[in-house]
């Protein structure tokens, strides 16, 4: 008899069926209630007992051999590991702590640790590694994120962090949209597999379901390079952009609003700010150009009238403008953001039923779905002694410039000389740009740590390797924001190897520093304390002893749903209900902005060309998405993610036209160029794309195996992209798209070695 449980993960709530000896999981498959489940949940089981795991704690041959200090050599893929007991690894590691504490002091210690880990609230890698950090003294941090780091720095200026909690947090839903909106002017497109994916878990995934049946009221025009950025169900229009031209297309629907007097000119002076530094903007007067629909056709492709067309649309119904994340990972990608937030202005919708401006559509599963309106149970993660931070996308830059400055949000961080870097719950390897340089980047440090379930490239880069436990391997609870229950996550089945909780990890350490960590108790009592903390908070629902909770598999969480969606009680009355801005209104023209002084930002959207763009010899502009059928690189090594590549790597996305004129069919190995670096991909066409646009998917294990080919031969984007800040202003991750050249392969294919693990000896 086998046993069924079931388990959280951020690609959603699953069920695990588990051998009759208790002992293997022999499958993972979708929640029977999840009407729209993520395909990489089959991958779960293969990858927990896949060989890329991490069964020992391992040491790098070289860091043993030699002691800590800067290695060129790290993440060589000839390396060897050295397995030895969990006693000597923590010995070992409690050592170099010690000693980069006493000989540099905690700020040298970078525990920012960006990434995603696991779902579930007691083992999040990253709090757990905070904890422990903070317990010996502190450590520096980072900021910010991958996803919408631009956004984050920008928008607290232009709507305060009242509009920030509205936009995140109460969106018009999908029944808002249905019942209210004219049309949806989607930048960057409503991708369905982006919607399978939610931070903390989720029940239900019903977002394109939502989409699908709010498409049958609402007229949905996506703005994108790609045709199928949209399910083709929701029978969307189609207006095919460049790339990074956004802000231009946006600007010049604005201009059409104001030339064509459909401006809302009592909602801009009632609720807003600089709306006459925009027009004068807009109309040439500030810098000799007018951005007009004709100017905005040469940079972005779309066609002047389809631009007025669009703008009269627009302002004839309700209209709700939303931006994907991805349109602002990139160089000044916050000004498609800035610019988008501008036309709704002048559109004069925000806070009305089913209008305005939304950031989230397409790009998170949760967004307009649900809000979690009480907080759920957290691990507390004490407090940092150290104040040193960066942003996290500028990893690199901390340390190959120890003692620099960079500008950032209006003033300069100074960067802190690292010695020992510890990772856990993220794969920079995976999710930084310009792989070559983040290598050259690590070997600077004395001594690199790493949590891991899987020999990943990070994993391979570092000195120190920890096995840790999974999260069907250890108890936990979860629940993702606009979930309906708050779930128990009993472990399914014992870590594989010597694995261990982090939870261990971090006491055992900890004991060794003279710290506390764990206060003494155990993670299991751990687990009850911050559910009894959170069942007594007085906000929270009426939630059973844990005994209960822990048999009945959860408890439901209250749902709330907004009546209307962001921004109506500040439309409302914004004198009453003002947003928290130096003007108590939207700011379309800050003077805090405009103060900074900076090149590339001003007080209003602008237009900025970028430095990367499309030109001999990189002449194609490639895409690099989110992966459909995994969650970055979490489960490259599993079935789903493997039945999607082709040639045995990555596939890149050409338009037959480019195809053909590079000689190359479906099924072709490409070597992919860019001017950071190079890999090999499998080349699949289709007419979905805009010419002279590629396409890639992120999150391919990154393979160094054969240099002389070329420096991924997996097909992992992030060599070739460009380790650049999106602005001095925000510094966030620029990883979206880079130039690139693409040419046929016809040499010697190496073997992809990626998942194999490194050269282990034991003592
Ligand atoms: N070029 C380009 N690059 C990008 C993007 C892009 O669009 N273009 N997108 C960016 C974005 S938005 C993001 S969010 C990042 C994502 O970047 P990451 O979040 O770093 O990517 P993941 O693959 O999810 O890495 C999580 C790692 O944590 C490990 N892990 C999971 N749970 C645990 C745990 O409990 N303990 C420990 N110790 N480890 C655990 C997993 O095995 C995995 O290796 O990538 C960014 N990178
Ligand atoms: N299945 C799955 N879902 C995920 C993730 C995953 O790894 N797997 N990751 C999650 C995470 S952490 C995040 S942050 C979100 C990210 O969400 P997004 O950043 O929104 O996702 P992307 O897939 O990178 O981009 C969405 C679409 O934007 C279009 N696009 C790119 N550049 C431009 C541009 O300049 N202009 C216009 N108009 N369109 C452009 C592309 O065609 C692309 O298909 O996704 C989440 N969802
Ligand atoms: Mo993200």
């Not at 649309?313 to 994907?324: E, I, Q």
């Not at 960066?390 to 500008?407: E, G, K, V, Y």
């Not at 109506?568 to 928290?580: H, K």
Request: with cysteine; charged share 25%; net charge negative.
């Amino acid at each position: 008899m086998t046993r069924t449980q079931q388990s959280s993960a951020h690609w959603g709530t699953f069920e695990v069926e588990v051998s009759d000896d208790g002992r293997t999981v022999l499958d993972t498959r979708p929640y029977a209630d999840d009407p729209d489940a993520a395909p990489a949940i089959r991958g779960v089981a293969e990858g927990l007992r896949h060989p890329s795991r991490v069964t020992r704690p391992a040491i790098r041959r070289r860091w043993l051999e030699n002691g800590p200090g800067p290695d060129p050599r790290r993440g060589d893929p000839d390396d060897e590991y050295v397995e030895v007991e969990w006693d000597e690894a923590l010995d070992l590691l409690a050592a170099e702590l010690g000693r980069v504490r006493s000989t540099h002091g905690n700020r040298a210690i970078f525990g920012g640790s960006y990434g995603w880990g696991s779902a579930g609230r007691l083992h999040h890698a990253q709090s757990q590694l905070h904890r422990f950090l903070n317990a010996i003294g502190g450590y520096t941090r980072s900021i910010n994120d991958y996803s919408r780091g631009a956004s984050l720095v920008l928008l607290p200026h232009l709507i305060g962090p009242i509009g920030m909690r509205e936009l995140r947090n109460r969106p018009p839903s999908w029944g808002h949209i249905a019942e209210h909106t004219d049309l949806l002017l989607a930048f960057g497109g409503l991708r369905q597999s982006n919607t399978w994916v939610v931070p903390g878990g989720h029940d239900r995934h019903v977002a394109s379901r939502l989409a699908r049946s709010a498409a049958a009221d609402t007229r949905i025009v996506t703005v994108s390079a790609q045709r199928d950025d949209a399910l083709a169900e929701l029978g969307a229009e189609w207006v095919g952009i460049r790339p990074g031209a956004d802000t231009a297309l946006l600007l010049a629907l604005t201009h059409t609003l104001v030339a064509e007097g459909l401006a809302d000119d009592a909602f801009l002076a009632t609720h807003t700010v600089g709306a006459d530094r925009v027009r004068a903007y807009l109309s040439g007067e500030t810098d000799g150009v007018e951005k007009t629909p004709e100017w905005a056709e040469d940079l972005s492709g779309v066609p002047a009238p389809t631009i007025r067309d669009l703008a009269r649309r627009a302002a004839a119904g309700r209209t709700l403008v939303n931006v994907t994340y991805s349109l602002q990972r990139a160089e000044h990608g916050e000004q498609a953001v800035f610019a988008a937030l501008t036309f709704a202005a002048f559109l004069g919708q925000i806070g009305l039923p089913g209008g305005g401006f939304t950031h989230g559509y397409g790009s998170m599963g949760d967004y307009g779905v649900g809000v979690a309106p009480v907080p759920l149970p957290t691990f507390s993660q004490g407090t940092n002694a150290v104040p040193d931070f960066i942003p996290c996308a500028r990893i690199s830059d901390l340390l190959l410039r120890p003692n620099a400055t960079i500008p950032y949000d209006g003033g300069t961080l100074a960067l802190p000389d690292i010695r020992l870097v510890y990772w856990a719950g993220g794969n920079p390897f995976h999710h930084h740009q310009d792989l070559r340089r983040l290598r050259r980047a690590v070997a600077s440090v004395d001594t690199l740590v790493v949590n891991e379930f899987h020999w990943t490239p990070t994993a391979r880069h570092a000195d120190i390797v920890l096995p840790a436990a999974t999260g069907l391997e250890r108890d936990d609870l979860a629940a993702g924001a606009g979930d309906t229950r708050l779930r128990a996550m009993p472990r399914a089945v014992g870590p594989v190897g010597e694995a261990r909780e982090e939870f261990w990890i971090y006491d055992e350490l900890a004991k060794r520093l003279d710290a506390d960590y764990a206060e003494g108790l155990d993670s299991r009592e751990w687990l009850e304390r911050i559910y009894d903390e959170w069942r007594q908070r007085p906000d929270t629902p009426d939630a059973p002893p844990f005994a209960e909770f822990w048999r009945d598999g959860g408890t439901p969480l209250p749902q709330h749903h907004y009546r209307d969606g962001a921004f109506t009680d500040f439309r409302a009355d914004p004198v009453a209900n003002p947003l928290d801005t130096p003007s108590g209104r939207i700011e379309l023209f800050s003077d805090t902005l405009d103060g900074f002084g900076l090149a590339d930002t001003a007080g209003h959207a602008v237009w900025i060309d970028t430095a990367e763009k499309p030109g001999s010899p990189y002449d194609l502009q490639l895409l690099c998405t989110q992966p459909s059928h995994r969650l970055h690189s979490q489960l490259d090594m599993a079935s789903p993610s493997r039945s999607t590549k082709v040639a045995g790597r990555e596939p890149v996305r050409l338009h037959p036209s480019d195809a053909t004129a590079r000689g190359l069919t479906d099924g072709d190995i490409a070597i992919v160029r860019s001017a950071q670096g190079s890999l090999l991909a499998g080349v699949v066409t289709t007419d979905t794309l805009l010419p002279g646009v590629a396409r890639m998917h992120t999150g391919a294990w990154y393979d160094p195996s054969a240099p002389e080919t070329a420096d991924c031969i997996n097909g992992n984007v992030n060599v070739l992209t460009k380790d650049i800040g999106t602005s001095q202003l925000t510094q966030a991750s620029s990883g979206a798209r880079v130039a690139v050249s693409v040419t046929r392969y016809d040499g010697r294919v190496p073997p992809v070695r990626a998942y194999d693990g490194p050269r282990l000896a034991s003592r």
